[in-house]
Structure formats: structure tokens, C-alpha cells
């Protein structure tokens, strides 16, 4: 029993259940409203939670007077960060985050007291009650005053410049952290050039907008231990912050991670609302329940990163890259969140998809008194992505080559490293780039001249989990645990947390296809750290290649029992016999079969208790220097898409008629699940490069933003806050690439980020190819394309993006070898 | 202020002791336990949890429960019986064929987006009807109800495949 080793892997193609469709395990249950969210939740004399939280972006805490609230009828408790000092974050290295601030607020929507009321509605009069008293901090609202070294913060904060630093544990200044790698000799790179370009990008921030409201319920049993019910992809982090903060060994709490109504990474941290309610669960006796509203939801963010590039490039006339460099800055809000591992992501994976023979990466993070951003779907890698598939499209026009064909001559090979040591098993990307052209005619129909119509095309790669845990250590990433029942009903538990994708689905799949069984026999329990063994979390895309190769690695051992119990009755040896369709039989087919279940009980009767536990961890890779932990993957997914588009050349309004998307999968295990992980990802992605955009008033005046203070969240409802309907989504031709990669569970890889990331670019590039117009910027708006228009009318390039960016000494770039 | 309200919900009659201002959302996830109807937004900009009254899709959030106290209303949970042509209770067409397009991935918006979907297959399916229903038609009606998970596709998909069993006969809704 124990590790999954990659050789003993089934190799037949005649799979039961893996690469067939099935229904999500609870898909009935959902579509009867039967699945119990955190906010369905109700237990006996339950107590309800509310958090106070600032108005101003940037304070100091003088005062924080309860004596009001708590005199108010239906009020059983209140709290303050001085009840709750702990600090915590999601990586070890940015701790900054406090339950409820305790010296400063670093945002509007920054918590500083709490309510528990005997209803939502007291406790939220109660609110009104509590009196703060707060000294007003200037405020850093953009990269550009986030970049000013403590000297110059003078001009924003003349009396106490630190009084302009948002945290004092920042790299200097308000620069939460600064990278710079060199892989090779870029300066060489360029030089061996036929064609350089060196451009600005700007992509937006944006927030995940799940449908559900975070929500968190807390229960203090008589025996003094704690249950936190949740919304949270990541109940194993929660569990270790909860533990942390309230001063309790973990054995003494229980993180239960509720089906998630949406995550999309925006349920990866723990949260401020998470610990206190256990801490007003603790203080009075009683459960207590917190909804955030979705004012707070736009708050909590964690969302994408804003970043501002700037991109050089040098490129051969056979369109080889010979020098990438990459300059990063990236927006990161009040708190670390997951910004120091986002921030490297910016820098990671765009060289995965074609080689590059130089490589420089730079990059900053600066704190800014706005809701912090983290981890949405596709982790840093969306904005660079951005930047380097409109460059190549750039580059093709250069070199009169077609798009296409620029990439399909350049791909990186199956077995390869990459310039920055990362290990690249299987690249689907060519025969994604071959079949979506090709159900698209995309060769063939950019050229034709209709106009305002027009065909852009865009790739991307992610990764299949991340290769190092969030807290570093040598433990497994996933771990799972079998028992059989005497009835031969199948019990899988796992930590691993379905937000929606089907994770669970997949776990059952898995154990019904190595066990021989029909699906319906295996009872999945997940996410909850009293039953069932760590998984790190659904982030980073990890599930179907982790939890996948832990549920083989359990099952195996389990089959192996049985089917020696069996050759044991049967007198037939082991090896010539097989277990499928729920019946144990012989290889050969000859002979009756008997069923799973009599084979189960002698299997009982032989071994004991039937029991197995099997776990994964992924392989040990990546380069030797420091920052070589982001970026190395069991296995790297690769989508290629061709979105068409139809302009109007004077207004700049356009409308997407329809995307292909390819996408590399490794092997689908279930077919269904995984097609709408590539259209969801595909809805999203659209969403981003379309319209969204989370922003903040940056002054006082009307036009600035409508009324409020600067720091202000611009537009925190899901009206304002467009994202595409039913009626803006058009058709996806979803097209799966099968590479069989020799890391994943019966050659799988990820699905549920990667497919996401082709899309902004091709909607970009299409866009030039209808009206003309270069929109360097995320989102591209029918603003943006109408102002290229006009550009365009003047004699100009049409193009619409960044125009300035920051000059600023970048530390000098740690040297690292290419591999040979 | 307090007040007993009346309300038929799924054809059961309840009387509910409760205060007069809360939304017919509040009342029916706080005072009756039927959790079934999310909610996105509490501010009729999401969809979540659309309910049907007299048949017409409308947001819970926005509704107070004393403007409702004669009027049939239906949540997710009635919706399994009304579809249910025998004595026996079976999901309605449209939960099935959401289960099997994948049509409900977290699951959240799908109580708000079936009770919508409902209403639509109510007013323009008909058996003896062979009017072709137009996706146009689908997305129109589903545009009120937000989606994060899917895309949309699958939903519309589910919602034609059940468009095609009651015209051609297989089910009725």
C-alpha cells in the first residue's frame, strides 16, 4: 500500500468508466435544491454574525467602543481584533492578515468588530452601535504611489512616510516582494535577432463573483472541541490557520468544507469571518453563523491581479524566440493573500508552450490600500499569457507568416526542460493548434475581407498542481482511504474539497474502474479533517492528477486481496483473474464468474478487516536556484482557441459569434466533466476579456467614480459588475486533445484552469483582424476599439493600451543556467 | 412588527408567525427551513432565487410575503411533484435532463435557473404544439438568472432536450 508509482499504471484501453460520461455524483441532489450549502445550515439556538467593517481605506485604530452594541437587546456577544490578535495568511511567508484589525485598517471593508446577535437583522443594528474612533492614514490606491521608496513616500504622508506603508514587513517601501531571474544571456539573445518588439500590457483586475456568498458556520461542542462548516476549497489550510489563531491543537477542531457554490480560487484562503465565528461560537456556548453580503463577498475578493507589463522580445525570420524578457508589476491589494506565489507566476509558465532560448523574468508586488487579490482561475498566468500571445501575433504579421504556423514550428517537444527547468512530459499544443484551426477554417477565413469580421487565435498551458505544497514539507498532496463493506458497498474518503468541478465524481470513478465495480456502489466521503485524510485543496488544477493517482494507489492493494482470496476458492491463480462489471471471473473468460460481493467476504475472511490507504506526491523537479519552486508540475495541460468576432468599424461594438477551444487533457476520465471545465473556462475567460473589472474610486471627485472616498469600490454588486449572461455567451465548439501523459492517472491532466487562458488573447487578436485595432489591454472594451478607430482615422497605429511605465531599478537579476 | 402570514407554498398551506418586513426569501429559508431557494445578492440582481407565483417567474428577494398570502407559489421543492404525471414522485423532465447534460456544475444558480426554465417550457411547450422553440428563445428567458459554472451551454441544452420530449411525446410538463 502507500505511494503511487507512476509505472503501475493500467495500460488498457478498454477502460469501464474512465473516458466514458456519467453524472455528477450529486447532480440530482442540485437539481432538487437538496445540496446543503453553509447557509443552509440552521442548528438549535444558533447565533448570527456580523463584522463591522471600515470606511476609510487606510487608519489607525485609536478607539473601539462596544458598550453601546452590547447593551442592545438580542446582542449575546461582540468581539475586537484585541480577542483574536493572532496573525495569519495563506503562506508562511505573509502572516499579515488579523482576524479583525487590531493596530490599522489597510482597506474599506477591512473588518474591526463583530456582532452575535440572536438574528442577522439585530446584529446588524448593532453595528451602528459600535463606536471607532480612527486616525486617517494616507492612502496608496496605485502601482505607480505603491512603487515610491519610503523617501518619496514623503510627498503622499510628509509628516511619517512609514505612515504611508501599508505593511513594515514589505520587501521596502509598499513592494510587498521584487523577483529577478535571468535564465541564459538575454542581452545575446537579442543580439542574435532578426526582429525585436518591446511593448506595454495592462491587464485588470477582476474577482471570481461565485453565485454563492461566502458563508461559515462554527459550533463549540461540550466536549470542547470546534466544528467550522464552511464554503472553502481549502479545508486542510483553514483547519491550520484556525488552529494557529485560536491557540487549539488541530485534534481540536474539525474543518467540514461544505459543497461550494462556486469557488474559482476565491475560496482558497482562510478567511477573517471563518475565525470568528469560531470565536463567538467559543464564547458563548452557542453556533454562530456568518453570510457575508455580496457588497462583502466584492471585498474579500483575493481576485486577479492587475498587472502592467512590459514585454521584450527577439525573434528569429524561422519565428525561433531567441530573448523573452518580462517586467511585472502587479496591484496586490491590502494583504500578501497568495501575492507572493502570484507574483512568480506572472513569470513561470510562458515558457512551457514554446522554447525560449533566453529568459529574463522581473517582477514586483505592491500593497495598495484596496480589497487584496490572490488566486481566480489561472493564477498569474492569464496576464503574461495575454501579453505573449498578442506578441506572437504581432510577430507574425512581421514575418508575413500565418499565426499558426509561427507556433506549430516552434513547440516544446514531449521530454523536454524548459529555459527556466521546468519538465515537460507531454505538449498536446500542435495538434490542438491543428484541430481548432482547422474546425474553425481559420487559415483560410482571416483573409477573406468581410468586414468587421474577424478570426484571432490564442494558446496557453497550466499546470496539473502545483509541485510543492503551500507550507514545505515531504508529505503527500493527497491521500486517500478505502474500506469494502461486507456488502461490497465501497467507501472512499479523501480531503480533497468538490467545488463543482466533480472531483468527487472522479474519486468514485477512479475506485469503481480499479475495483471493477459499478459506479453506484462507491460512497465518497470528502473534505471534512475528522474522516478523511489531507489533500491540500482544489487550487492550482492539483485534484484529478493528485487525488486520481492517490484513489489507484489505494484501490490496487484492495483488488490485488480480493482477487487473491478468490484464486484461493476458485483454485484458479491470481494472475488469471480479473474483476469487472461488479463479477469476479477469469482472464480467458472461461468459467462462471462469481460476484464482487462473495469475493469481498472471502477477502474479509482471509485478510481481516478490508481496509487500504494509498497517497501522491508529486515528483521532485524543478531548478536548484531560489524561486524555482513556482512553476513545476507532475504534468503541463495546453489549449489552443479561435474565437470570431464581428466588429462594427465605427462604433467599435462587437459581439463574439463563436469559439473553438482545444484543449490537451491527457485523457479525459470523465468525458462530460471535463467538457464543461473547457466551457466554463472558456464562459470565463470570455467574461474577463470582455467587460470585467474590479475597481476603486481613486479621488474624491464625482468623476473619479460617482460618490465616496478614494479606495472605494467602484461597483460591488452583481448588476454593476458585468459579467456575461445567457444572452452574450455564444456557442463553444470544445474540442479534447488526448496526449496520454505518462504522469497522470491513466494519462490525465488538468482541466479546470488551463482552457480559460487561450481566450483573452484571441479575443484580442481578432479583434485586429476585424477593424485593425491593437487592444494591448484586459478588458477589451467597445470603448477601447472605438478610441483605436479614431486613432486609426488620424493616420495613426490604432493601437489602445498602457502608455507610461514606472522606471524603477529592479534588483540585479539572479543568474541561473539554462539545463543542457 | 410581527405579523401571522398565510402563504401556499407547493401546494401545502403555512402559516408562519414572522416579521412583516422580511422578503418572501428570508421567509421561506428562515421561517420554513425550504433552502432550496438561494441567494446571490439579495437585491433581484442575480436570479438565485427565483420562484414561481401563479406560475411567473419572480425573485424572492424582492417580495414581501403579504403581497402573495392568496397566490399559489412554487419553489424547487414542488417542482419534482408538478412534473410528476403518476402517483408516484419523480423528478420534473427538466431536474433529469439538468442531471444528465452536466448542466448543474457548484450547483447554485440551478434551483433559481430551473423554476425560471419552468415557467418557460409552461408557457411555450405544448405537446400538440411543433413550433420549433429557438435557442434565442432559451437564452432570452434564462438571461435573468446568472450562471458562473457552465457557460450557459449545458443548461440550454438541458433545457431543449426537455423541449423535444414533451413535443415529441416522451414526457410531459
Same mark, same amino acid.
Not at chain 1, 313 to 320: C, L, N, P, Y
Not at chain 1, 684 to 695: D, N
Not at chain 2, 52 to 81: K, N, R
Given at each position: 500500500m502507500g505511494q503511487y508509482m507512476p509505472e503501475e499504471k493500467k495500460t488498457a484501453n478498454d477502460f469501464e468508466w474512465i473516458g466514458k460520461s456519467w453524472d455528477q455524483l450529486d447532480a440530482m441532489a442540485k437539481a432538487k435544491g437538496e445540496t446543503c450549502y453553509a447557509d443552509d445550515l440552521f442548528l438549535p439556538r444558533m447565533l448570527y454574525a456580523k463584522m463591522l467593517r471600515s470606511p476609510?481605506?487606510?487608519?489607525?485604530?485609536?478607539?473601539?467602543?462596544?458598550?453601546?452594541?452590547?447593551?442592545?437587546?438580542?446582542?449575546?456577544?461582540?468581539?475586537?481584533?484585541?480577542?483574536?490578535?493572532?496573525?495569519?495568511?495563506?503562506?508562511?511567508?505573509?502572516?499579515?492578515?488579523?482576524?479583525? *484589525?487590531?493596530?490599522?485598517?489597510?482597506? #474599506?471593508?477591512?473588518?474591526?468588530?463583530?456582532?452575535?446577535? #440572536?438574528?442577522?437583522?439585530?446584529?446588524?443594528?448593532?453595528?451602528?452601535?459600535?463606536?471607532?474612533?480612527?486616525?486617517? @492614514?494616507?492612502? #496608496?490606491?496605485?502601482?505607480?504611489?505603491?512603487?515610491?521608496?519610503?523617501?518619496?513616500?514623503?510627498?503622499?504622508?510628509?509628516?511619517?512616510?512609514?505612515?504611508?506603508?501599508?505593511? !513594515?514587513?514589505?520587501?521596502?517601501?509598499?513592494?510587498?516582494?521584487?523577483?529577478?531571474?535571468?535564465?541564459?544571456?538575454?542581452?545575446?539573445?537579442?543580439?542574435?535577432?532578426?526582429?525585436l518588439r518591446e511593448e506595454l500590457y495592462y491587464y485588470e483586475g477582476n474577482t471570481h463573483l461565485p453565485m454563492e456568498q461566502h458563508a461559515s458556520v462554527a459550533q463549540h461542542g461540550a466536549d470542547g472541541r470546534v466544528t467550522l462548516w464552511s464554503s472553502t476549497q481549502t479545508p486542510h489550510y483553514v483547519h491550520r490557520a484556525l488552529a494557529k489563531v485560536l491557540e487549539m491543537p488541530?485534534? /481540536?477542531?474539525?474543518?467540514?468544507?461544505?459543497?461550494?457554490?462556486?469557488?474559482?480560487?476565491?475560496?482558497?484562503?482562510?478567511? /477573517?469571518?471563518?475565525?470568528?465565528? *469560531?470565536?463567538?461560537?467559543?464564547?458563548?456556548?452557542?453556533?454562530?453563523?456568518?453570510?457575508?453580503?455580496?457588497?462583502?463577498? &466584492?471585498?474579500?475578493?483575493?481576485?486577479?491581479?492587475?498587472? @502592467?507589463?512590459?514585454?521584450?522580445?527577439?525573434?528569429?525570420?524561422?519565428?525561433?524566440?531567441?530573448?523573452l524578457h518580462f517586467r511585472n508589476f502587479l496591484d496586490g491589494g491590502a494583504y500578501g493573500s497568495y501575492g507572493?506565489?502570484?507574483? &512568480?507566476?506572472?513569470?513561470?509558465?510562458?515558457?512551457?508552450?514554446?522554447?525560449?532560448? $533566453?529568459?529574463?523574468?522581473?517582477?514586483?508586488?505592491?500593497?495598495? $490600500?484596496?480589497?487584496? *487579490?490572490?488566486?481566480?482561475?489561472?493564477?498569474?498566468?492569464? /496576464?503574461?499569457?495575454? !501579453?505573449?500571445?498578442?506578441?506572437l501575433d504581432k510577430f507574425a504579421e512581421d514575418l508575413g507568416l500565418d499565426p499558426t504556423e509561427l507556433r506549430l514550428r516552434h513547440l516544446m517537444p514531449d521530454n523536454s526542460l524548459t529555459v527556466n527547468h521546468l519538465t515537460v512530459t507531454t505538449n498536446g499544443l500542435g495538434e490542438c493548434l491543428h484541430k481548432v484551426t482547422e474546425a474553425s477554417g481559420f487559415q483560410q477565413r482571416r483573409n477573406e475581407s468581410s468586414p468587421g469580421k474577424g478570426l484571432g487565435l490564442g494558446c496557453g498551458s497550466y499546470l496539473s498542481g502545483a509541485g510543492l505544497p503551500i507550507y514545505w514539507n515531504k508529505m503527500p498532496h493527497s491521500g486517500v482511504q478505502i474500506k469494502i463493506d461486507r456488502g461490497g458497498g465501497v467507501t472512499v474518503f479523501c480531503g480533497s474539497t468538490d467545488i463543482g468541478q466533480?472531483?468527487?465524481?472522479?474519486?468514485?470513478?477512479?475506485?469503481?474502474?480499479?475495483?471493477?465495480?459499478?459506479?453506484?456502489?462507491?460512497?465518497?466521503?470528502?473534505?471534512?479533517?475528522?474522516?478523511?485524510?489531507?489533500?491540500?485543496?482544489?487550487?492550482?488544477?492539483?485534484?484529478?492528477?493528485?487525488?486520481?493517482?492517490?484513489?489507484?494507489?489505494a484501490a490496487r492493494p484492495l483488488r490485488e486481496q480480493i482477487l487473491s482470496a478468490a484464486s484461493e476458492v476458485l483454485k484458479i491463480p491470481a494472475e488469471e483473474l480479473t474483476i469487472s462489471n461488479g463479477k469476479v471471473g477469469q482472464l480467458n473468460g472461461s468459467g462462471e464468474p462469481v460476484s464482487f460481493v462473495d469475493a469481498v467476504q472471502w477477502a474479509e475472511a482471509k485478510f481481516g478487516t478490508l481496509g487500504s490507504v494509498g497517497s501522491y506526491t508529486p515528483p521532485r523537479r524543478g531548478g536548484k536556484f531560489k524561486g524555482a519552486g513556482v512553476g513545476p508540475s507532475p504534468n503541463y495541460s495546453y489549449s489552443a482557441c479561435v474565437a470570431e468576432v464581428t466588429c462594427d468599424p465605427e462604433s467599435g461594438l462587437y459581439r463574439v459569434d463563436k469559439l473553438w477551444l482545444a484543449h490537451d487533457i491527457g485523457q479525459a476520465i470523465n468525458e462530460k466533466l471535463v467538457i464543461g471545465q473547457v466551457e466554463g473556462g472558456a464562459y470565463?475567460?470570455?467574461?474577463?476579456?470582455?467587460?470585467?473589472?474590479?475597481?476603486y474610486r481613486t479621488g474624491n471627485s464625482a468623476s473619479s467614480g460617482g460618490s465616496g472616498p478614494a479606495g472605494l469600490h467602484k461597483i460591488p454588486s452583481m448588476l454593476d459588475y458585468k459579467s456575461l449572461t445567457s444572452l452574450d455567451m455564444p456557442e463553444v465548439e470544445t474540442i479534447l486533445v488526448e496526449t496520454n501523459d505518462p504522469e497522470g492517472p491513466y494519462g490525465a491532466k488538468e482541466a479546470g484552469q488551463g482552457p480559460l487562458l487561450p481566450i483573452m488573447p484571441a479575443i484580442a487578436?481578432?479583434?485586429?483582424?476585424?477593424?485593425?485595432?491593437?487592444?494591448?489591454?484586459?478588458?477589451?472594451?467597445?470603448?477601447? #476599439?472605438?478610441?483605436?478607430? /479614431?486613432?486609426?482615422?488620424?493616420?495613426?497605429?490604432?493601437?489602445?493600451?498602457?502608455?507610461?511605465?514606472p522606471s524603477i531599478t529592479f534588483p540585479e537579476a539572479l543568474r541561473v543556467e539554462p539545463p543542457q | 412588527m410581527k405579523q401571522l402570514l398565510s402563504l401556499k407554498i407547493n401546494g401545502e398551506l403555512h402559516e408562519v408567525w414572522t416579521s412583516t418586513h422580511k422578503t418572501l426569501l428570508e421567509v421561506l429559508r428562515e421561517d420554513l427551513q425550504l433552502t432550496g431557494t438561494k441567494h446571490g445578492c439579495e437585491l433581484g440582481e442575480c436570479?438565485? +432565487?427565483?420562484?414561481?407565483?401563479?406560475?411567473?417567474?419572480?425573485?424572492? +428577494?424582492?417580495?414581501?410575503?403579504?403581497?402573495? =398570502?392568496?397566490?399559489?407559489? =412554487?419553489?424547487?421543492?414542488?417542482?419534482?411533484?408538478?412534473?410528476?404525471?403518476?402517483?408516484?414522485?419523480?423528478?420534473?423532465?427538466? =431536474?433529469?435532463?439538468?442531471?444528465? =447534460?452536466?448542466?448543474?456544475? +457548484?450547483?447554485? +444558480?440551478?434551483?433559481?435557473?430551473?423554476?425560471?426554465?419552468?415557467?418557460?417550457?409552461?408557457?411555450?411547450?405544448?405537446?400538440d404544439s411543433k413550433k420549433p422553440i429557438d435557442r434565442q428563445e432559451i437564452r432570452n428567458a434564462l438571461s435573468g438568472n446568472l450562471c458562473r459554472c457552465t457557460g450557459y451551454s449545458k443548461i440550454i441544452e438541458a433545457v431543449e432536450q426537455v423541449v423535444e420530449e414533451i413535443q415529441n411525446g416522451a414526457v410531459h410538463a
Open positions: 476609510h481605506p487606510h487608519a489607525r485604530i485609536k478607539n473601539i467602543d462596544l458598550t453601546k452594541a452590547l447593551k442592545r437587546r438580542g446582542v449575546i456577544a461582540a468581539l475586537t481584533g484585541r480577542d483574536v490578535p493572532i496573525p495569519f495568511g495563506i503562506l508562511p511567508v505573509s502572516q499579515d492578515e488579523e482576524a479583525l *484589525c487590531v493596530e490599522k485598517v489597510r482597506m #474599506i471593508g477591512d473588518p474591526v468588530a463583530a456582532i452575535a446577535a #440572536i438574528d442577522e437583522e439585530t446584529a446588524e443594528a448593532a453595528l451602528e452601535d459600535i463606536v471607532v474612533e480612527y486616525e486617517l @492614514l494616507p492612502s #496608496i490606491l496605485s502601482i505607480e504611489d505603491g512603487l515610491k521608496q519610503l523617501e518619496e513616500l514623503e510627498l503622499v504622508a510628509p509628516d511619517v512616510p512609514a505612515d504611508a506603508q501599508i505593511h !513594515a514587513y514589505a520587501d521596502s517601501g509598499n513592494i510587498h516582494k521584487q523577483v529577478a531571474l535571468e535564465f541564459g544571456d538575454t542581452d545575446a539573445g537579442f543580439a542574435e535577432a532578426d526582429h488541530t485534534s /481540536q477542531i474539525r474543518v467540514i468544507a461544505t459543497p461550494v457554490g462556486g469557488g474559482f480560487g476565491g475560496k482558497t484562503d482562510p478567511f /477573517q469571518h471563518e475565525i470568528v465565528v *469560531c470565536k463567538l461560537a467559543m464564547m458563548t456556548g452557542r453556533p454562530v453563523k456568518m453570510t457575508l453580503t455580496r457588497e462583502e463577498v &466584492f471585498y474579500t475578493h483575493r481576485g486577479r491581479h492587475p498587472v @502592467l507589463m512590459w514585454v521584450k522580445a527577439g525573434i528569429k525570420s524561422d519565428g525561433s524566440i531567441t530573448a507572493v506565489a502570484s507574483t &512568480f507566476y506572472t513569470g513561470a509558465l510562458q515558457t512551457v508552450t514554446y522554447p525560449i532560448a $533566453n529568459y529574463k523574468f522581473e517582477a514586483m508586488r505592491v500593497f495598495t $490600500n484596496k480589497a487584496p *487579490c490572490g488566486p481566480k482561475r489561472g493564477h498569474g498566468t492569464p /496576464q503574461p499569457r495575454f !501579453a505573449l500571445e498578442v506578441l466533480g472531483s468527487n465524481s472522479v474519486l468514485a470513478g477512479i475506485v469503481a474502474e480499479e475495483l471493477g465495480i459499478h459506479l453506484k456502489h462507491v460512497i465518497v466521503v470528502t473534505s471534512d479533517t475528522d474522516l478523511t485524510p489531507v489533500d491540500l485543496g482544489s487550487y492550482s488544477s492539483r485534484v484529478t492528477l493528485m487525488t486520481g493517482n492517490a484513489a489507484i494507489a470565463m475567460g470570455l467574461s474577463e476579456a470582455m467587460m470585467e473589472e474590479q475597481v487578436n481578432a479583434i485586429y483582424n476585424a477593424v485593425g485595432v491593437r487592444v494591448d489591454e484586459v478588458p477589451i472594451t467597445a470603448e477601447k #476599439i472605438f478610441q483605436g478607430l /479614431q486613432d486609426l482615422k488620424k493616420g495613426k497605429s490604432g493601437r489602445v493600451g498602457p502608455k507610461k511605465f | 436570479g438565485a +432565487c427565483t420562484v414561481l407565483i401563479e406560475g411567473e417567474p419572480v425573485l424572492a +428577494c424582492l417580495i414581501l410575503p403579504v403581497e402573495v =398570502q392568496e397566490s399559489d407559489i =412554487q419553489t424547487i421543492e414542488g417542482l419534482a411533484e408538478s412534473g410528476s404525471s403518476t402517483a408516484e414522485l419523480k423528478p420534473h423532465p427538466l =431536474q433529469t435532463a439538468f442531471a444528465e =447534460q452536466g448542466a448543474s456544475q +457548484c450547483g447554485y +444558480c440551478s434551483p433559481g435557473m430551473l423554476m425560471t426554465a419552468k415557467a418557460f417550457l409552461d408557457k411555450n411547450s405544448k405537446s
